[in-house]
């Protein structure tokens, strides 16, 4: 059934609501803060349209998917938006429910999870697309926080992280969420996501079921070295300890997605250090002026006096001999 449909568009914010044709292909799917119901629109993009329910909570979670899916395309901006992200389309904040537009492809992992553990040539492009979704989050600074089977879609060519409702900025606080497990008081990290996509990998590749990374830390002993070596680590309690997904996508001599042809590293990233650098030596410099002690302004010594006396009587000498020359 095709309904109109009213949307800020997602970079057109100043222009208003627009009008934004969906053709719906099934019923309305019942989530824990949210309903969704997938759609295609004008151009067969599949895409999904999700109301906020009327719950505690159910609003601020539907912003804060706006917020960082809008995060993500201004930041990602360099290359074509990744396939592996779902994508902001639009939102209609005052629409009763409030509801959001974004693209959606395939269906989530857990529908193949009885089929594993996958042969390694369909494992494989799965885990290389998990890492460079890994990548992107941390290239933006955000922290999904529920990578995992649910929140992941594969269309049998390739992985799509969705669901950003519990997602914040890197060193936030963590959403709270009476439906979920309870989280860590700490600030979010990069590495929760990095151990819950390692969790994901280990569960492709043995088919086994672990109850956390402290399990999978203990069997990941008993797995093949290509396996042991692109997880090592991922488990460790200790987030500075947890390898970045440059780091993983290095052991899977994979290319950084987000680095621009023949630059190290990401432009945004070099000027962020080269900005965090500038900063560190001015601080190193200013300390150091600080630990100083002030001298008072001391006189020439009389050596120097007397020397610069001897080259002004020097100097007026040559003059007179010049002149008498003349």
Known sequence: MTERLQLIIAGHIGRGYQ??????????????????????????EPIVVKEALDRAGAGEALRREITMLDRLTGRLTDTRYPAQLTRLVGHNPDHAPPFLVATCRGEPLRRWESELPWDPARTGPVVDDLLRILRYLAMTRIVHGRIGFDTLRWDGKGLQLTDFEHATLAGGTRPACSCCPPRPATPAH?????????????????????AGPAEAAERLDLQDTPLRVLLENVFSPDPRK??????????????????????????????????????????????????????????????????????????????VVVVAAL
């Open 190 to 210: 990069p590495a929760d996501d990095v151990t819950a996509a390692g969790l994901v990998v280990y569960r492709l590749y043995t088919g086994e079921t672990v």
């Open 19 to 44: 009008p934004y044709d969906v053709e719906f292909e099934g019923h309305r799917v019942l989530g824990t803060l949210a309903c969704a119901r997938r759609a295609h629109d004008r151009l067969n």
């Open 242 to 319: 947890v390898p970045e997904a440059r780091e993983l996508l290095r052991r899977r001599r994979l290319p950084d997605p987000v680095t621009r042809p023949g630059s190290a590293s990401p432009m945004p990233e070099r000027e962020a250090e080269a900005r965090r650098d500038f900063e560190r030596l001015r601080h190193e410099q200013r300390a150091f002026r600080q630990s100083m002690p002030r001298q008072p302004d001391a006189a020439p010594p009389s050596s120097f006096r007397a020397l610069l006396t001897g080259l002004l009587l020097v100097a007026a000498l040559v003059v």
